[in-house]
């Protein structure tokens, strides 16, 4: 259970890169905070280029999240996590993260299709349950060979302090 826990709380960090840490330009658009009490603002409108930024972003952040998974597809899963975010390394050990991930997908079978990527941002605030960053996380829909239903694949990103965005997360939901 603990295992679990820690890989949920490595997952729930969200932001865009590879695991080789590839860098990308933050996001324009104001983020949505981890403070569920207050009302949701609405965000000013955004300027054709800020607009064009975000959407290269994700299509950026859509490849690296790819090439993660097919990293795990190829059981490279210890490579995933060299290549994390530290924040991430510091909620799970490389051991642990293997394991559970690795159980996790021997659960669910051979993936057998993934649909249209969801990719969303989210600005977290110190003192929470997830450390504060900025981060971007891409879901895909993927069918396992052992499930009926798609289940939520998603890769996660942190922009770190280097303002690189590095690998926070991979989970199975």
Not at 147 to 169: C, H, I, N, Y
Request: aromatic share 6%; hydrophobic share 45%; charged share 20%.
């Amino acid at each position: 259970m603990k295992n679990r826990k820690l890989l949920l709380a490595a997952a729930l960090l969200a932001c865009a890169g590879t695991a080789s840490a590839q860098q990308a330009q933050p996001a324009r658009a104001p983020a949505a905070t981890a403070r569920p009490a207050q009302p949701a603002q609405q965000a000013p409108a955004l300027t054709p280029q800020q607009r064009a930024a975000l959407a290269k972003q994700d299509a950026d952040t859509t490849k690296a999240a790819a090439q993660v998974i097919q990293m795990v597809d190829a059981n490279r899963i210890g490579e995933v996590w060299d290549g994390a975010s530290a924040t991430m390394k510091k909620l799970v050990s490389k051991d642990e993260f293997i394991k559970q991930v690795t159980i996790d997908r021997n659960r669910l079978g051979a993936p057998a299709s993934r649909g249209q990527a969801v990719v969303s941002r989210s600005q977290f605030e110190a003192g929470g349950q997830v450390p504060a960053g900025l981060y971007i996380n891409v879901g895909f829909p993927t069918k396992f060979a052992k499930t009926a239903q798609p289940v939520r694949e998603l890769v996660s990103f942190r922009l770190d302090e280097d303002k690189v965005w590095r690998v926070s997360g991979y989970s199975l939901r």
